[in-house]
């Protein structure tokens, strides 16, 4: 009973993304799952969800994941779907990243940012506005050595798309580069931006 009173005051589902799913299938039931014990049934939901972007159901499950309810514990998918939930939005995401940064060793900090780049890369060039904002916080934040280039390239494009909250991506990222390494990342982002656009 402690975890369906830890979770369930953890889940407060916030999505505003118009997700629709069956009524079996909700939020709320894999709440309900967790009240009623069935935490594997509770985790089948949320994963469900957290593939289909709900920022709540990704944090639920990176935190059914770190914890090893209804699944064994794995710090490693624990981080990626922590991640997901934190550019997704989720407003207690990061400080589970934070968290789980300090377990995993190195490797895994790279494996995941990684993986997740190479997800948001495919997204981001098949036209997702949001995609591009994504990767310059992660090429940032979740990359153990920040990639600032990469990271100003996504923001000037988030920037082309008239995203909000862009602006401290670029300074933050091109505070770290000169001159010429802002205009050849101009450069890229156009390019990008075009084809993209394309």
Known sequence: MLWACVLGVEFAHASSDGLK????????????????????????????LASNGDASAQYNLSLLFLKGVGVPINYKSALYWAWQSHINDHEKAFSQVEELLEIVPEAVRIEISNETIDDLLNIARSGSKEATLDLAETYLE??????????????????????????DFLERAGDELDIKAKIAQQATASELFFAIRR
């Open 142 to 167: 979740l990359m153990n050595e920040p990639d600032f280039e990469q990271a100003y390239t996504w923001a000037l494009i988030a920037q082309a798309y008239g995203l909000p909250n862009v602006a």
């Open 21 to 48: 799913v069956p009524a079996a299938e909700s939020f709320q039931d894999g709440v309900n799952f967790v009240a009623d014990g069935n935490y594997y049934g509770a985790f089948q939901i949320f994963e469900k």
